[in-house]
């Protein structure tokens, strides 16, 4: 039994609802989960937009502590952090999963998974870099970014169960705890940075290049994408597998992503038919009814601010009264 779930807030489900959508047509097979980073209680869907996923609260997997993370992470940051432990969760309640995968809710897949589901035989876990190839350009984001952000896109993890990838998910969970923030000078950049350490502690970790696998904006550099009518190709030969629109808003469609400089949309031709499917099921979806939805969990983002810097501010006071004490 596989397992494929993605994390959102309620202001996200028309993405995970197409992300669903597209399981169900490629892969009818695997059970798909949206982890729900919000609450549902008192909260009512018009028909049409109730979604026809299970939805797994996050206050009903029994994270301890998790009110305490709610208060310290941004809606961004909470959404990442709690990646390990939905990965814990579906392995406990569901013992006859095998695999467990997850990605991010705005991708589509296009294909089913088999070959995936083939590496997970063989290797207890599998990853996506950024970039196969070097950049030979200074725009964004570039090599030093990757270094910043982490080498390995997170908006797709695949794990087989197993007692090491276990142990490690566990020792990723206490991590995203306290430190899986977006804080780039500390070396933080939400829950990526860590999953470096996964090919380290478990070395036949299967590092996953085929260029159908995870495209986006960071890796466009290096990806052609065409259709024969039937289907979507990257590189004339490699079946699309899944396209991660990162970034992208539909109500600004001629933007590829807010996060690069790279492409115009409309100087890659290969990439029309791509957003403008993605844009067309996003708004059939209900993208503009949801995003009405603001998080249980995140308090205004200017209290959320004021408090960080309060704390921060604390800190060279206390250093200079611990030099004080010492004279």
């Not at 994390?7 to 729900?36: E, H, M, W």
């Not at 970014?145 to 990838?165: C, M, P, Q, W």
């Amino acid at each position: 039994m596989t397992i494929v779930f993605t994390i959102c807030s309620i202001n996200y489900l028309a993405q995970a609802r197409t992300l669903g959508d597209s399981l169900k047509s490629t892969n009818p097979d695997v059970k798909f989960f949206i982890g729900l980073v919000d609450i549902l209680e008192g909260v009512s869907f018009d028909a049409s937009f109730t979604p026809e996923y299970p939805m797994i609260e996050i206050d009903k997997i029994g994270i301890e502590g998790f009110d305490e993370m709610a208060g310290r992470y941004d809606i961004t940051e909470l959404n990442t952090a709690v990646k390990p432990f939905y990965f814990t969760y579906f392995f406990k309640k569901y013992p006859e999963a095998q695999n467990v995968i997850y990605l991010d809710p705005d991708i589509i897949v296009f294909q089913p998974i088999t070959e995936l589901l083939g590496s997970l035989k063989k290797h207890p876990a599998v990853l996506t870099p950024h970039i196969n190839t070097a950049i030979d350009d200074r725009l964004k984001p570039n090599e030093l970014d990757h270094l910043n952000t982490g080498i390995y896109n997170l908006g797709f993890v695949a794990f087989a169960r197993s007692e090491k990838t276990l142990e490690y998910i566990k020792w990723w969970e206490e991590k995203l705890r306290y430190e899986c923030l977006i804080d780039l000078c500390n070396g933080l950049f939400t829950d990526q940075n860590w999953m470096n350490f996964l090919p380290v502690f478990i070395p036949d970790v299967h590092i996953e290049r085929n260029p159908g696998y995870n495209a986006a904006y960071w890796n466009l550099h290096e990806r052609k994408f065409s259709n024969d009518g039937s289907e979507y190709y990257v590189n004339n030969s490699n079946p699309l597998i899944f396209f991660h629109y990162s970034g992208y808003d539909p109500a600004k469609p001629e933007v590829l992503s807010k996060y690069q400089n790279r492409f115009e949309l409309s100087e890659r031709k290969d990439l029309t038919a791509l957003f403008e499917l993605y844009k067309n099921n996003l708004l059939e979806n209900g993208n503009s009814y949801y995003r009405k939805f603001p998080c249980f969990y995140i308090k205004p983002h200017q209290i959320k601010r004021y408090q960080r810097v309060r704390k921060w501010l604390k800190k060279p006071f206390v250093h200079a009264l611990k030099q004080l004490e010492t004279i």
